[in-house]
């Protein structure tokens, strides 16, 4: 399993980014695949996933209507369009796929089935 993150970056609040996650080496469709992020001083949090034969989406309330995650099958990657970003927002931001949907997204945990991108920052400055 093969997941590589892109598109973080520095952007000031109230500005917009695209992560993206491409992904390799499992069954794209019936896994939710999603983010997590983590910042200083802070446990690493759900922030959104979807299972993509179903479109099944959940979110984490700090970010409902400002992110909306989608996933491309034909091309087995995952996006994460961040919108109206806030300082707070700020964290490294990770890939994770698992072969079982949460309830929640606060709820998810990666088992020893499912695997993890190496991160990327994402900074909002005020």
């Known amino acids: 399993v093969q997941l590589v993150e892109s598109g973080g970056g520095l952007v000031q609040a109230g500005g917009s980014l695209r992560l993206a996650c491409a992904t390799s080496?499992?069954?794209?469709?019936?896994?939710?695949i999603g983010w997590f992020r983590q910042a200083p001083g802070k446990e690493r949090e759900g922030v959104a996933c979807i299972r993509s034969e179903d479109q099944r989406t959940l979110y984490a309330g700090s970010v409902k209507g400002r992110f909306t995650i989608s996933a491309d099958s034909a091309k087995n990657t995952v996006y994460l369009q961040m919108n109206n970003l806030k300082p707070e927002d700020t964290a490294n931001y990770y890939c994770a796929v698992d072969p079982v949907l949460p309830i929640t997204v606060s709820s998810w945990r990666i088992s020893d089935l499912g695997a993890w991108g190496q991160g990327i920052q994402v900074t909002v400055s005020s």
């Open positions: 080496g499992f069954p794209f469709g019936d896994h939710a």
